[in-house]
């Protein structure tokens, strides 16, 4: 009878989690900002069916990358958990944590199974609150923990290299227009340096909108709308640098401002 192989407790768990990251670096990444009035979700990705970014309740919102069955399914579990617990209790007792810690238990469990494959995933949970400092971003990765993100963050793909160029370029206060242009740029880095061209058809962009008076605060933003916001900062550029030369520009009125939110 041969001896069976072994392999010690350490090694089996980082071959999982080399495993779990180089499923989950194979897709397109996921950026998540805070602006003004909320936070914005951008995602590369053409298809209009398969959504990497989805609503889970009134003020919390999901982002996913890696295998879309997997995280598939956790997006249709929390969205049980929080209309049981909204259902149950209260729709304020639904929070980003609570659903946060109910997806760590969940990774963490199968990521430490050895009966199963760990999940190529890696989540965003994001509630947004009554004002930017209350704004809660969770980042989970393929193994269950927990991290507290703020300001900017990315997941999947080259996360690392654009998570670096958000937090060099980010700051408090943008407009939408704004965060969603520095989204874009940051989705263009490649890994070798170079920047990639990516139309407003090859996104998947939404928002937590702390302004809606719906007691829902999630929105797509599509076509029409989407091209629009993409063309404002542009606009906005081109206007300044006209203005730097001697003109009557003030005849023209004021500058344009981001087109504002069309309710569902």
């Known amino acids: 009878m041969s001896t069976p192989f072994y392999v010690s407790p350490q090694q089996a768990m980082a071959d999982r989690a080399e495993y779990a990251r180089k499923g989950i670096a194979r897709g397109r990444s996921v950026v998540v900002l805070q602006y003004a009035d909320g936070i914005v979700f951008v995602a590369e990705n053409p298809s209009r069916a398969l959504h990497k970014v989805s609503e889970i309740y009134d003020r919390i919102a999901f982002a996913a990358v890696g295998k879309y069955n997997e995280f598939e399914n956790l997006r249709i579990g929390g969205v049980r958990y929080a209309d049981l617990r909204g259902y149950t209790y209260d729709r304020d007792d639904v929070t980003a944590r609570g659903l946060a810690n109910v997806y760590a238990q ?3 469990t199968i990521f430490s199974s050895v009966g199963e494959k760990p999940y190529e995933v890696e989540l965003i949970v994001a509630e947004v609150g009554a004002g930017p400092e209350d ?17 900017a963050v990315a997941v999947g793909g080259n996360s690392d290299q654009i998570g670096s160029y958000l937090d060099q370029r980010h700051r408090d206060g943008m407009t939408l227009a704004e965060a969603l242009e520095l989204a874009v740029e940051s989705l263009k880095r490649d890994t070798n340096g170079s920047d990639r061209q990516i139309t407003a058809e090859q996104l998947e962009v939404a928002v937590l909108d702390r302004t809606r008076p719906q007691q829902r605060k ?7 709308q989407l091209s629009r916001l993409l063309a404002t900062e542009p606009a906005e550029s081109s206007g300044a640098a006209e203005e730097s030369a001697p003109s009557s520009d003030s005849s023209d009125g004021p500058a344009p401002t981001a087109p504002p939110l069309d309710d569902e």
């Open 106 to 108: 969940t990774l963490g």
């Open 135 to 151: 704004d809660q971003i969770y980042r989970l990765p393929h193994d269950g923990s927990i991290v507290d993100e703020h300001g």
């Open 218 to 224: 999630f929105k797509r933003i599509l076509g029409s």
